[in-house]
């Protein structure tokens, strides 16, 4: 029988994982015991989780099948709870004692889900490498990235994208959320220098910046390399007559006619070699209403930063073939030092595409087949917890481990050889779930009885369209019906 945590409070002397599954016990207000041990199974399954029935199966979970979908369908999760539970992590020590985040998208594709509200259309790529739009639902993460070579995360929030969304609003209250609640936490307090937040290709930098423009953080987000931008217009003679100009001369990524002016360093990375770093500082967009979200009447912002390109100067073997990357910081003056600090950690930022890697192939995330986007949302939970509890784990489950594959220190161990000697943390921690009660399964639907009340077929997609987008399908329309007349 697996030990037990008295109902009093009284912690076991295993460390911060047995007050985290404390916590997280805590955090799950109906169903409670149902869910957390179904976290365990996910822990303590052998091999990859390939469906939730399976995990029936494994002794830690100690119940039927029936139970596993009722706490997923019925049970709760309080979400604030187990954020602020997340912000009270140990988060990895960087050498100059900074935070650094990553935010990113990844998706839950369910093609075949019709009865499944909220489903969205994620852009992926088909087989043949052809970006197509697959039905599913979006989730946005955030994780602490570390340094060394390793590619822990220390996941910290999530949030699905529903249709009525949108991304920009969306990130930047997750990552207002987050921020605060490690500067509640103790990470970061006042006179630190501000967070690093690493984000990918695909959000509106200016506009995230103006709406984080209150927080002790820095962006640094990657730009597609045909981007423009405008560099600090030269002041206005004395005596001129007119408004002074806002917009200077054009910097164009795909020109380097345009690129005069520049930083130049040297630069050498563990990953990727040798690389030239050309940084420009003080560079904004040319905004335009009605675009990229910018729909509020006035004058639009000139919001500045640093444009920062990275290109490898030779390849080597052994390193990771890296083609020129532009990154936009919302520092405006980034010295050399603060703008070396500022593409590092994007180029840190992949580690949270290994956590998405691991949580899809190893932990299931994206396997069980839920119709009500809620439950979907409380596997996630337990999925994220899982991961923090294998994260905490490290020190005690590094002597776990096969036959023939070598020892490793708790600083190298793989998140897949913790995960295979979580049994003995488990152990050590103990469970505050109380032990399954015997019980009879219910009748279930009788032979023969047809379904008379069939689950609807919602749309798929957002149900807020942008302006400009819903006056190009206006035109489409007409022009499909004048070809039709």
Partial sequence: MPATLPRSGAVPQSGPLASFREGLYRCLTRRADALFCLGDAVLCAGGRVTDLARLSLVPEFGRGHGALYDALNAGRADAGGLRRLLAGLPLPAWPDGRVRLAVDVTFWL??????????????????????????????????????????????????????????????????RGVVTRLAAAGHWKQGDPPVIIAADAGYNASRLAWLLRDLPVVLAVRVRADRSWRRAPAPKPPGTPGRPRRHGPRLRCADPATWDGAQAAAADSPRCGPMQVLSWPRVHQQLEHGSGGWDAPGPLPDIEGTLIRLAATATLPGYLPLEPVWIWASDPAAAPDEAAALWQAYLRRFDLEHFFRFIKTQLGWNKPLLRDPAAADRWTWLIIAAYAQLHLARPLAAAARLPWLPPLPPAKATPGRVRAGFRRPRTEAGTPASPPKPARPGPGRPPGSKNRSPAPRPPVGKTHLKPVTVRINAQRQAKKQGKGG
């Fill in 110 to 175: 369910r093609p075949d889900a019709e009865a499944s509200p909220e489903r969205m259309l994620c852009r992926v790529k088909g087989r043949r490498g052809a970006a197509e739009s697959v039905p599913g639902w979006p989730y946005s993460f955030v994780a602490a990235l570390g340094p060394g070579p390793c590619s822990w995360v220390v996941p910290l929030d999530a949030a699905r994208i529903g249709p009525g969304d949108d991304l920009a609003e969306l990130t930047a209250a997750q990552l």
